[in-house]
């Protein structure tokens, strides 16, 4: 009984080992996924038309009379 236990342990250890390196290298994957989405989205809110919408949508939000 204690020596199956044990066997249960060692394998449950070992498998844990073998994948302590793969949540780096998600980490490291969807940080560069999201690095480039915001490099994307800069791009196009500092494009001149979207550039402009934002600003009018801005100011007739603070021109409205309450």
Do not use: H, N
């Not at 020596?3 to 793969?22: C, E, F, H, N, T």
């Not at 989205?41 to 038309?49: A, C, E, N, R």
Request: proline fraction near 2%.
């Amino acid at each position: 009984m204690w020596m199956r236990i044990r066997r249960i342990r060692r394998a449950r250890s070992r498998g844990a080992r073998a994948d302590a390196g793969m949540t780096t290298s998600e980490y490291a994957v969807g940080t560069i996924a999201a690095c480039a989405l915001a490099a994307v989205l800069y791009k196009v809110v500092t494009s001149g038309p979207v550039a402009g919408a934002l600003q009018s949508l801005i100011g007739r939000a603070l021109s409205v009379q309450f």
